[in-house]
T-cell receptor, first 117, second 113 residues
């Protein structure tokens, strides 16, 4: 079955603009989470959605937001982009939430590379 | 979130050698996961561990969930050039209301033929 699909794969934006990234989870998975990866900070948790509800949020400013649709697809939005927002944004999906177990683990997409100039 | 202590930071080995890397935490974890990430790609799940003491293999890879639930190691036997990449440990904290993963900084592995 298809894995986690993220679009777009690469994009360049200018400071002050906003960006929307999309994620389609593995078929049947209802939980979607987002991570930011940078060389300096590594992988950091942004937020997690289950059944269209945000259940968990990382320590990021309010410029970072997301949502989940009834078909479990998710989008994240970053407004008023800053240079420091340049990163690989990774989406991950899981069958359900919250506790991981055999049969309920997390799979990542290939990511969306965002460059802010 | 809590940063896991992953070591070594990098390894440069010859093909055929065995590799060992580990992650430690000051907190107890419910789950340990090991991922491999190639340049420009997302992390690919290698091994998932759900019980303290659990030892799991995936081909030439073996990982263990520490008895204290605060550490895990990953071994790669008889390394080959395609093992090159960055290996990350990740864990879910016990009692976490969501399942945000905490990640190590990664171990960069280089294998020479």
């Amino acid at each position: 079955k298809a894995g986690v699909t993220q679009t777009p794969r690469y994009l360049i934006k200018t400071r002050g603009q906003q960006v929307t990234l999309s994620c389609s989870p593995i078929s049947g998975h209802r939980s979607v989470s987002w991570y930011q990866q940078t060389p300096g900070q590594g992988l950091q948790f942004l937020f997690e959605y289950f059944s269209e509800t945000q259940r968990n949020k990382g320590n990021f400013p309010g410029r970072f937001s997301g949502r989940q649709f009834s078909n479990s697809r998710s989008e994240m939005n970053v407004s008023t982009l800053e240079l420091g927002d340049s990163a690989l944004y990774l989406c991950a999906s899981s069958l359900r939430t919250p506790i991981l177990s055999s049969g309920n683990t997390i799979y990542f997409g290939e990511g969306s590379w965002l460059t802010v100039v | 979130g809590q940063q896991l202590n992953q070591s070594p930071q990098s390894m440069f080995i010859q093909e055929g050698e065995d590799v060992s890397m580990n992650c430690t935490s000051s907190s107890i974890f419910n789950t340990w996961l090991w991922y491999k990430q190639d340049p420009g790609e997302g992390p690919v799940l290698l091994i998932a561990l759900y019980k303290a003491g659990e030892l799991t293999s995936n081909g030439r890879l073996t990982a263990q969930f520490g008895i204290t639930r605060k550490d895990s190691f990953l071994n790669i036997s008889a390394s080959i050039p395609s093992d090159v990449g960055i290996y990350f440990c990740a864990g879910q904290l016990a009692g976490n209301s969501g399942y945000a993963l905490n990640f190590g900084k990664g171990t960069s592995l280089l294998v020479t033929p």
